[in-house]
């Protein structure tokens, strides 16, 4: 029971931090949106080539043939 209340506490206290922020008042100039373009597309391909590169593997890996079945001149 005492975890509990502790969780609650540290919410409550987080909600009431989060809440009574003031505003910043910050300056985002227009380099920082082509950033966040960047890094966007970034990932992107970074996703992109991680899956091609496991869809290659797992596919080699079902379409294994025997080298017994077909003859030494299959690849």
Known sequence: ???NS??????AA??????????AHAYLDPGTGS???QGLLA????ASVTIGIFWRRL????????SG????DDR
């Open 59 to 66: 596919r080699s890996f079902f379409s294994r043939k025997n």
């Open 69 to 72: 079945e077909n003859g030494p």
């Open 14 to 23: 987080l909600c009431v931090l989060m809440f009574s922020a003031n505003p």
């Open 1 to 3: 029971m005492k975890t």
């Open 6 to 11: 502790r969780f609650v506490v540290s919410l």
């Open 43 to 46: 990932a992107i391909a970074a």
């Open 35 to 37: 950033m966040l373009i």
